[in-house]
């Protein structure tokens, strides 16, 4: 059984919509794939309706939160939220606040880039982005105008937290949105909690705080983990009575990196389904 719970689609920042991308998970062999767009369900319906025969979508998201770095300081933290309900009241007023503040902020920074002669249409980027705007859709945006040749040179010289035109934006404190997702019937996984060529890194102390509140598991094989860190991540997991995660982090395009490039054990994923309240895998 082949299980990728970490993937997106043109709900947020990856290039396949919705139902290309569980057409893509099904040609690719999986068995189960989660979609997981940033701070946004809206992507759910259209991959409902479209999964493959044979194929079991998980239905989730990755919220953008605030958690504690290493050196004591608030670090960005990407929290996978698998199978809550999406009505809950308390969810919808925070997924409208985080959307509200990624609209803002890729508004700001596409607006530095135009007046310092950057060709960049402000609304054009906004209009094709939708709510879920994030910084991929400025990168692609800079490479279609020519100002630099991939996506991860846009980032590299200009949208990371060391870049000339960064904005930060006001996200969820990570040990609220694990409370947020339990209440709502969901699963929480940190995602690629040791990525560190995107920055400083979340406290380990943090996590075992979070696994005492109801952390669901921790994502260990990820494109972006090494070795040593992925085995970090499953030893840590085994210490705190969560399950581990792989996955691919899939974007489409936007990445060179293929569904199922990492899975996640069986086990685990049964581990998931033991825990969820919120809504039921959809089955094609």
């Known amino acids: 059984m082949r299980i990728d719970l970490h993937s997106h689609s043109t709900a947020s920042d990856g290039t396949d919509s919705p139902s290309a ?3 893509a998970a099904a040609e690719a062999g ?53 199978l809550f309900d999406p009505d809950d009241p308390d969810f919808v007023v925070e997924l409208g606040r985080l959307r509200g503040e990624r609209v803002s902020r890729i508004r700001t920074m596409a607006e530095r880039m135009a007046d310092d002669g950057l060709p960049i249409d402000v609304d054009a980027v906004l209009a094709q982005a939708g709510p879920a705007a994030g910084r991929p859709h400025l990168a692609r945006a800079l490479v279609d105008a020519g100002v630099v040749a991939t996506v991860g040179d846009a980032f590299a010289e200009l949208l990371s937290p060391r870049g000339r035109y960064y904005v930060s934006k006001a996200d969820t404190p990570l040990a609220d949105a694990v409370r947020m997702v339990t209440a709502a019937g969901g699963v929480t996984v940190i995602a690629h909690a040791r990525a560190r060529a995107r920055g400083r890194l979340l406290a380990l102390d943090h ?9 669901g598991g921790l994502e260990a094989d990820h494109p972006d983990h090494s070795d040593a860190d992925a ?9 705190l009575g969560l399950f581990v995660t792989g996955s691919s982090d899939y974007h489409g395009r936007n990445k060179d990196i293929a569904l199922g490039r990492f899975t996640t054990d069986p086990g685990a994923y049964e581990a998931l389904l033991d825990r969820a309240k919120g809504v039921e895998v959809v089955v094609g």
């Open 21 to 23: 991308l569980v057409r």
């Open 30 to 82: 999986l068995d189960v794939v989660a979609l997981t767009d940033h701070d946004t369900t809206t992507g759910w319906d259209e991959a409902a309706a479209a999964t493959p025969s044979g194929l079991r979508l998980v239905r989730g998201m990755e919220m953008s939160c605030t958690g504690r770095g290493e050196d004591g300081a608030p670090v960005a933290v990407h929290l996978l939220a698998y």
């Open 207 to 215: 996590i075992e705080e979070l696994a005492e509140i109801g952390l």
């Open 231 to 239: 085995r970090l991540m499953r030893d840590m997991a085994e210490r």
